[in-house]
């Protein structure tokens, strides 16, 4: 729905009416709130889970037929097959169970790449959810004024803010469960807890700490899981929350800034004598925050800049 209704946005620009009245007025005011773009990824995110459940289940599967081909302390044949899977997905990479024959190594080579290209779909799902939230937000804020209430605005401007600490408590919670976990079940002490927690969640894995019993692989498929796209999650919500900052900054500046009489030259493109304000804006963003965007590694494309602004 979002989707279409940024496309209408665009494509209006052309249209006859948009040279008589002010385009982005009607548009703004269909764009749906920004927290419901997560409409935007409840189709892809079934897929990604359909494909992330076919994808362990094949590849337990998989390795449970090969376990002799597998070298390392083992518990249980379906558990260790979807252990590995897990570790091997996430790229943790213990070295606690590694493939000794052929093809065991053919097949984990094999599995680890598709993987990363089912996590590669994931992180670009998640850009096209960045971009398309900065596009509403840049022409949702010249029209924020016509919302009512100071608890609307005081919502809009902080639910990103609300995500990255929600996500960070999260965080927090999962990296006290493993710890917790670690030192009770693991029997390691708090340093060496913490080492391989830190380890874990950030993928780096050394393997001299790991999950050796079949309690803590149980546990460890549920928690490495969710504790790595947990972190993910974090920084995701981190980089947001700088982008929107950035924008919600430019929003101001472009709107408390004086026009001077060369401003109103410069943004007659068309030298009639006549200045229409979604010109002067789209001059003061293209003359004045371009280059500012390409410092900060923005993720609005020039393109989207000048559609946002429905420049007629």
Aim: aromatic fraction near 12%.
């Amino acid at each position: 729905m979002d989707k279409n209704l940024l496309q209408r946005h665009r494509n209006r620009r052309n249209s006859p009416s948009a040279v008589q009245k002010s385009p982005c007025s009607k548009e703004t005011e269909d764009l749906p709130p920004l927290d419901s773009l997560s409409l935007l990824t409840r189709p892809t995110f079934r897929v990604v889970v359909l494909l992330l459940g076919a994808y362990l289940g094949i590849g337990t599967f998989s390795f449970f037929l090969l376990m002799d081909h597998i070298e390392g302390k083992k518990t249980n044949g379906i558990l260790d097959a979807l252990y590995f899977c897990i570790v091997t997905m996430t790229t943790v990479g213990y070295g606690d169970l590694v493939p000794s024959s052929t093809l065991a190594k053919v097949l984990a080579s094999l599995y680890v790449f598709t993987g990363m290209a089912l996590v590669g779909l994931i992180l670009s799902k998640a850009a096209d959810y960045i971009v398309e939230k900065q596009e509403i937000l840049l022409c949702r804020a010249f029209h924020f004024d016509d919302k009512s209430g100071p608890e609307y605005k005081e919502a809009e401007f902080h639910k990103v803010k609300y995500k990255f600490l929600t996500s960070m408590a999260i965080l927090l919670v999962l990296i006290a469960v493993g710890l917790v976990f670690l030192s009770s079940v693991e029997n390691l002490d708090f340093a060496d807890a913490l080492y391989c927690v830190c380890s874990t969640i950030t993928t780096l894995g050394y393997g001299d700490e790991s999950f050796s019993t079949a309690k803590g692989r149980l546990f460890a498929v549920f928690w490495i899981l969710s504790s790595t796209i947990c972190l993910a999650q974090f920084f995701f919500y981190l980089a947001e929350l700088g982008s929107e900052s950035r924008q919600r900054s430019l929003v101001k500046w472009l709107l408390g800034r004086k026009i001077t009489s060369l401003d109103l030259e410069e943004a007659d493109l068309d030298q009639d004598k006549a200045v229409r304000w979604i010109c002067l804006i789209t001059y003061m963003i293209l003359a004045n925050v371009f280059l500012m965007f390409l410092s900060f590694n923005s993720y609005i494309s020039f393109t989207a800049l000048r559609s946002l602004c429905c420049m007629s």
